[in-house]
């Protein structure tokens, strides 16, 4: 057993608290981007994620992912995080518990953005609970755990590429399938209602990706630097592919592209960061940047209301990623890892690439088809038209987000108070 | 009396109320209003995706006045707000029948 490193230790610490706040983030990055009058909606289900998936988490997500169980599943040696300390070594392993708990949480969340405007607050609850559990948890287990089948194999993954954004992105196409459109897509007015909340989130997301990248090498050490570097590159060079992208298509660069091409670029450097060179991470990023804007013009020709974008910006952009990975790694960087194609390696590294995001994709699109289905012909995926129309914050929440007139209102009335009032009293 | 009504660009809101404090107009509603004449909209692009916004910003200014000192209004409020490009706005004038001042209950131009 290592000797326990209070350096490695306070990097996988900070990097853990930098990913959780990823997810205010993210929600700050979707809130901006729907109507006004889903915005809370929308903060809403990404806290929810923070709340539950920390408990799904503690209780088995942790065991499915990284106990030993088989190829395909940890089975329940880590249940309820009992028996955690044997497994101490640079780190203590609750400082590994807690910095995967954090991708836990934040995986989900994406998916919040396919479904956006339109999904009921129950069955958004149960859904992400049960697909932690059934499939991100496994999916984890396959590509990180030393047990898992497709960590056997050798796909590379430094940071979830394929876990995290290929997984979530899929399985945010088939549950905005399940859903259905909303009402009045394409050809209503769906303008984001704050662009400047979206770069906020971005800020915030790109601050938050360096602890998902480099705190992903476990330690602060020559591979966590290199994946910083890597991902500030990648993010950086993705910016510049977007806009450059959308002024040759649509004639101006905006501000919603360049925090777009951002996290796509964050979203494709994530599997590659610790396994590239910095000149490897420049093309990846360039490449995510303008894939993923050309991407986003798909939707509408295929008919699917993915409201903002997952699939263009996370399920191409993971792949992306994921299979660059395999021609860009190389040994120079990390000796854990593979020289790719460019760097003489065989394409069977590209091949192992594409099978684990292939097996991840299938596994992922199945399992959150069932778990739609079952939704919908029990609670029902979709609000009402009527709730829709009137916004998801008041009809589900019963708040607002903005209140920019005093006009309206009636006075104050309480549930509370009146209950506080026996009969007797009133007589 | 006279209500004179002006729907102007936004930026042209302090000018306005300077060339009426010139003439001794003091008092004045505004409104943040939206509109278009023939100038139309703009273009919005959100990930490729175009919308076309046909309601421009404006201000609606509202003042009410005795009926000899109209024209010197609307030329104040035209001279103030003009700028000599497309979408500078109209005035437009209508009589009025009764104005109250809530305060003391006057009535007519003592309530102006």
Known sequence: ?427 | MKLVTAVIKPFKVDDVKTALEGIGVHGLTISEVQGYGRQKGHTEVYRGAEYKVDFVPKIKIEVVVDDEAVDELVTAITTSAQTGKIGDGKVWVVPVDAVVRVRTGERGSDAL
């Open chain 1, 1 to 427: 057993m290592d000797e326990l490193s209070s350096g490695d230790t306070a990097w996988v610490l900070v990097s853990a608290a930098l990913v959780l706040f990823m997810t205010p983030g993210l929600a700050f990055f979707y809130g901006g981007m729907v109507r006004a009058k889903n915005v809370l909606g929308m903060l809403m289900q990404n806290f929810f994620c923070m709340g539950m998936i920390t408990l799904v988490w503690s209780v088995v997500g942790f065991s499915v992912a990284f106990g030993e169980g088989n190829g395909f599943w940890g089975g329940f040696d880590f249940f309820a995080l009992q028996d955690l300390t044997a497994s101490d070594g640079a780190i203590p392993y609750v400082a590994f518990v807690a910095f995967q708990m954090m991708f836990a949480v934040i995986t989900p969340a994406l998916i919040t953005g396919s479904t956006a405007d339109r999904m009921k607050f129950s069955s958004f609850a149960i859904f992400v609970t049960l697909w932690s559990v059934l499939v991100y948890s496994p999916i984890a287990h396959w590509v990180w755990a030393s047990s898992g089948w497709l960590f056997k194999r050798g796909a590379l993954d430094f940071a979830g590429g394929t876990v995290v954004h290929a997984n979530a992105g899929i399985a945010a196409i088939v549950l905005a399938i399940f859903l259905g459109k909303r009402r009045g897509w394409p050809t209503g007015d769906f303008r984001p209602h704050n662009v400047p909340f979206v770069l906020l989130g971005t800020g915030i997301l790109w601050v938050g990706w360096f602890g998902f990248n480099a705190g992903s090498a476990l330690g602060a050490n020559k591979v966590a630097a290199i994946a910083l570097l890597n991902t500030q590159i990648g993010a950086a060079t993705a910016i510049l592919g977007w806009i450059a992208i959308e002024r040759l298509r649509d004639g101006k660069a905006t501000t919603l592209g360049a925090a777009s091409g951002a996290v796509a670029g964050l979203v494709a450097i994530t599997p590659a960061c610790g396994f590239v060179s910095p000149m490897g991470s420049i093309a990846i990023g360039l490449l995510a940047g303008a894939i993923c804007a050309l991407a986003t013009s798909v939707k509408g020709k295929v008919g699917i209301d993915d409201s903002l974008d997952v699939g263009a910006v996370h399920l191409v952009g993971g792949v992306l990623g994921a299979l660059l990975t395999g021609f860009f790694a190389t040994l120079d960087t990390n000796e854990a890892g593979k020289d790719g194609v460019f760097y003489g390696g065989p394409w069977s590294v590209v091949g192992e690439q594409a099978l684990a995001v292939g097996a991840t994709l299938g596994y992922s699109a199945v399992v959150t088809a069932l778990l739609a289905l079952a939704l919908k012909y029990t609670l029902g995926l979709k609000v009402s038209d009527e709730d829709e129309e009137i916004g998801l914050d008041e009809a589900l929440h019963g708040e607002t987000a903005y209140r920019l007139t005093s006009i309206g209102g009636s006075g104050f009335t309480s549930a509370v108070t009146a209950a506080k009032v026996p009969e007797e009293a009133k007589a």
